[in-house]
């Protein structure tokens, strides 16, 4: 009972500092994290075995338990009261920890994100393969929801979502939605992928792109009439197109070239950047697959990717060290955090 009051007065703690995340740890102090900067709380004791016992307990389902005891860590999805979390139950030097990221309990829109109009577009397409791409813990998860969102009050569509573990509850308005979760609906996400053929599904989303099988077969349903949304933890666009085809064999490589070339609508990378006024801000690239840029991909020449990105602004392309000088000419952002993010900081230099 006094883990379950602790763990109670832990969510209050998040909820009212806006942090978005929660450490838990044996032997440590809970941290938070408060726009990008972690904070410990140390007016709270050392967590002891006992705690994290109590708080696995709570979380874990036992489809999670079991997999938690085979693989020593396990993804979960807990909910108190309004506030929901994402979160990661795992080992280390024997000793318990978990990590849970806030789930934001409304959908908010792109504008309300501070994410370009040039989205909208990717939620009207009937077909084709949508990826948002960036670091862990930059968002791309509330992205795709909002643009979830967006299809679930404009279109009578069929949506297939595949999470591990579900994070946004979306409430069926104009479309119809089915959210599953690896591990409790579905043994893995390939699987739930196939199942999607034979489910009358317009739009899938797939939470990660996880091994080959997975990344052949979203890439199939987008050629297959199918409109895909997915994420990978790359940094950039042409980072993206490399890491996808260099997950296959190399007596694959071709075919998946080919299909990606022409299935391939769209890549958005994003960052969340530490703002002067408080909390964070996004800056972001935007790939937008047009016949230049399906043939760099066709002739193994995505090393060229960022220059189109670079000079395609008139077609709606957005480039990273563009979006970071315009936040750093509004004053949102500082000139030294915007060349920490900065994949090509010597250019963005000259932009500012």
Same mark, same amino acid.
């Given at each position: ?15 009212k500092?806006?942090a978005s ?14 726009a ?12 002891t ?5 109590t708080?696995?307990?709570?979380f ?16 979960f ?34 504008a ?7 989205l909208e577009?990717f ?5 084709g ?14 992205? &795709?929801?909002?643009m979830?969102?967006?299809? !679930?009050?404009? =279109? ?5 979502? @595949?999470?591990?573990? $579900? *994070?946004?509850?979306?409430?069926p308005?104009k ?8 591990g ?26 996880r091994?080959?099988?997975t990344?052949?077969t ?21 980072q ?19 299909q ?13 950047i ?12 935007? &790939? ?6 399906? !043939?760099?991909i =066709? ?5 060229? @990717?960022?220059?189109? $990105? *670079? ?29 920490l ?8 230099e000259?932009?500012?």
């Open positions: 009972m006094a883990s379950q009051q602790l763990l109670n007065q832990l969510v209050d703690i998040v909820t500092e806006g995340d929660l450490h838990l740890s044996e032997g440590r102090s809970p941290v938070i994290r408060v990008g900067f972690l904070i410990p709380l140390l007016k709270i004791a050392p967590l075995k006992s705690d994290l016992e708080f696995l307990e709570i874990l389902t036992a489809e999670n338990k079991r997999q938690y005891m085979a693989y020593k860590e396990a993804n999805a807990y909910s108190h009261e309004s506030v929901r979390f994402r979160g990661n139950a795992f080992m280390k030097i024997g000793k318990m920890s978990v990590a849970l990221r806030l789930i934001q309990s409304r959908i908010r829109t792109l309300e994100l501070g994410l370009p109009t040039i577009t939620t009207k397409k009937q077909q393969f949508f990826l948002v791409v960036g670091p862990a813990g930059q968002g791309k998860s509330t992205t &795709l929801a909002s979830i969102e967006m299809i !679930n009050e404009e =279109r009578l569509e069929h949506i297939i979502t @595949i999470e591990d573990p $579900i *994070e946004y509850i979306f409430e308005k479309a119809l939605i089915d959210q599953r979760e690896v409790s609906d579905t043994p893995d996400f390939k699987t739930a992928l196939w199942g999607a053929f034979r489910q009358d599904a317009d739009v899938i989303m797939v939470g990660e792109m091994e080959p099988e990344i052949a979203a890439v199939t349903a987008a050629e297959t009439g199918h409109l895909v949304y997915s994420t990978l933890h790359t940094n950039t666009a042409a993206t197109v490399d890491r996808i085809i260099d997950s296959f064999p190399s007596d694959q490589q071709d075919q998946i070239r080919i990606l070339s022409s299935s391939l609508i769209g890549i958005f990378s994003q960052r969340l530490p703002r002067i006024s408080g909390g964070l801000i996004p800056a972001f690239e935007l &790939l937008l697959n047009n016949n230049a840029v399906s !043939n760099l =066709r002739e193994k020449r995505s090393h060229e @990717i960022n220059s189109v $990105i *670079e000079t395609g602004s008139e077609d709606g392309m957005i480039d990273l060290n563009r979006s970071l000088a315009i936040l750093v000419r509004n004053g949102e952002i500082t000139a030294e955090n915007a060349m993010y900065s994949t090509n900081p010597r250019t963005l000259r932009m500012i």
